[in-house]
Nanobody, 115 residues
């Protein structure tokens, strides 16, 4: 069984920064893909960024150049550094871990970008 717990969300002004963290426990190995997704009110959940076990990253066009995803396989954690935040980044952010026969989600953390 896998558990993912996010932290680091909150309220920030436009142009500010936040760092999200996700701590994994249970049946998580260095293989598999870890990532962040987000869901704004009235919208579908969308990809923000992913990182493979060997460190290859993928970002949505809307966050490319502003967000950075990182991973520590030994600690079973994944982080998302968010800079130059915009009001349209407001959403609940979810941590995700997937590998063959497994797709796990955290409970989500709210990020609100507003002046």
């Amino acid at each position: 069984q896998v558990q993912l717990v996010e932290s680091g969300g909150g309220l920030v002004q436009p142009g500010g920064s936040l760092r999200l963290s996700c701590a994994g426990s249970g049946n998580i190995f260095s293989i598999g893909v870890m990532g962040w997704y987000r869901q704004a009110p009235g919208k579908q959940r969308e990809l923000v960024a992913t990182i493979t076990s060997d460190g290859s990253t993928n970002y949505s066009d809307s966050v490319k150049g502003r967000f950075t995803i990182s991973r520590d396989n030994g600690k079973k954690t994944v982080a998302l550094q968010m800079n130059s935040l915009k009001p349209e980044d407001t959403a609940v952010y979810y941590c995700n871990y997937r590998r063959t026969y497994l797709n796990a989600w955290g409970q989500g953390t709210q990020v609100t970008v507003s002046s």
